[in-house]
C-alpha cells in the first residue's frame, strides 16, 4: 500500500505560479510512476502530467505543455508540478496518482492504483 498526501494548492492570479507537492508513504521501495490529474466541477478528471521511477521523460498533457514540469526526489518520496503561467481554466483538484504496473497507456486515470485527497488551485482572472 502507498498513501499519498498532496499540499501546494491554493488562489493564484492569472500568470502566477504554484507548486504542489505530492509525499508518498508505506511501499515506496518499489519502482512507482507518479502522475497528476485534475478535476473541474462537471468534468471528468483529466491526465496533468506523469514522470517515471528515474525521472526520465515525463509526459505531459498539451493543455500544460511548456507550463508545468514535473520532478521528483526519490530521496524524499515525494514528486512535485510545478506550475507556471497559469490560466483561469487551470482551475481545478489536483490528484497526485501512483502505480507500479507496467502499462501500455499511462495517461488514464485507471491506470492508477493509488491516489491522493487532491489539493484545490483556483486561477483568479
Known amino acids: 500500500q502507498v498513501q499519498l498526501v498532496e499540499s501546494g494548492g491554493g488562489l493564484v492570479q492569472t500568470g502566477g505560479s504554484l507548486r504542489l507537492s505530492c509525499a508518498a508513504s508505506?511501499?515506496?521501495?518499489?519502482?512507482?510512476?507518479m502522475g497528476w490529474f485534475r478535476q473541474a466541477p462537471g468534468k471528468e478528471r483529466e491526465f496533468v502530467a506523469v514522470?517515471?521511477?528515474?525521472?526520465?521523460?515525463?509526459v505531459y498533457a498539451d493543455s500544460v505543455k511548456g507550463r508545468f514540469i514535473i520532478s521528483r526526489d526519490n530521496a524524499k518520496n515525494t514528486v512535485y508540478l510545478q506550475m507556471n503561467s497559469l490560466k483561469p481554466e487551470d482551475t481545478a483538484v489536483y490528484y497526485c496518482?501512483?502505480?507500479?504496473?507496467?502499462?501500455?497507456?499511462?495517461?488514464?486515470?485507471?491506470?492508477?492504483?493509488?491516489w491522493g485527497q487532491g489539493t484545490q488551485v483556483t486561477v483568479s482572472s
Open positions: 496518482a501512483a502505480d507500479s504496473a507496467v502499462r501500455m497507456s499511462i495517461t488514464r486515470p485507471k491506470d492508477y492504483g493509488y
Open positions: 508505506g511501499r515506496t521501495s518499489r519502482p512507482y510512476r
Open positions: 514522470i517515471n521511477w528515474s525521472g526520465s521523460s515525463p
